[in-house]
């Protein structure tokens, strides 16, 4: 709060809590440049009233974000820490047809929920393994279809066919908690459900019970609701629970081209110049 109250213009992370109070300690602010696609920590229309422009860094990430989706979805379909934790434990005695069984990700049901940049990657990466793409999205993408092999359904079909649920959506009041235990219930008792997007799209005592009941088989997630989670969170201690720490975009090229890319927007608008990724166009000149 201090560091602003002169400040003509701000970089920030996802970490950082743009909100009214801090706007209004900001006398001078032009610009707040977010080093991240999702600009859910930020007050927009707060800065919007007050003629504040805002820009995030789509797109660098989008490639990124989807290699680990699928790490991710790779790891928990067939039991990857688990097997390291085996391993290191001792309980590696021989080969048997029945040690840390997983599932098939080749051949299986993909269903994608939040079909923009990121989604779209994730659904490239599923043709190579073979999968069946069923998407769900605010806005049905029929022109991608037939490229991407994959098919718009209703959000409870996408729920109640996909053997792995992956969500792309960004946090907004429409999406908070749309993952709670009524949508984990529709899904299949093998399912796997993968979130890189925020960690409060998901209801995490949902989670917890349905991993815990097994209503669903695992889940992998690049979020959570509190960063950092707690150390004794209780869903830390679920084996079938794989979970990363907001890694998504955290390759050394990656993060490099976000913060050119969160220098280059911050320096055009304190330029008087449009940015080029602006999340409230109707601020600027
Ligand atoms: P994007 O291109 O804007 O895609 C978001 C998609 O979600 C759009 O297709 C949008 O539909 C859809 N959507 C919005 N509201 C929805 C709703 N209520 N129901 C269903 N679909 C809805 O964004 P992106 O670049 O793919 O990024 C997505 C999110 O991933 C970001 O907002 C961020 O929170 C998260 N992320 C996380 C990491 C990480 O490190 N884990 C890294 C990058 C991004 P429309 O087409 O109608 O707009
Ligand atoms: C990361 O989570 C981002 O939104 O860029």
Redesign the pocket.
Known sequence: MAGVREADGLICLLTDNIDVGLLDAAEHLRVVSTMA??Y?HIDVAAATERKIIVTNT?GV??ET?ADLTFALLLSAARRLPESQRAIRDGHWKSWSPTFLLGHDVYGATLGI???????QAVARRARGFDMRVLY????ARPELETGLGCTYVAFDELLEQSDFVTV?????P??RHMFDTAAFQRMKTTAIFIN???GSVVVEADLQRALESKSIAAAAI??AESEPMAEHDPLLQLPNLLVTP????ASVRTRARMADMAVDNLLAALDGRPPDHCVNPQVLP
Request: net charge negative; aromatic share 2%.
């Open positions: 696609v999702g859910d789509p990430l989008t974000t929920v939040g079909f923009g940049a990121i989604g769900n999205s605010r806005t792309h959506v960004p946090l907004t429409e999406t890189t997007a925020r690049d979020v907001h890694i998504g975009s």
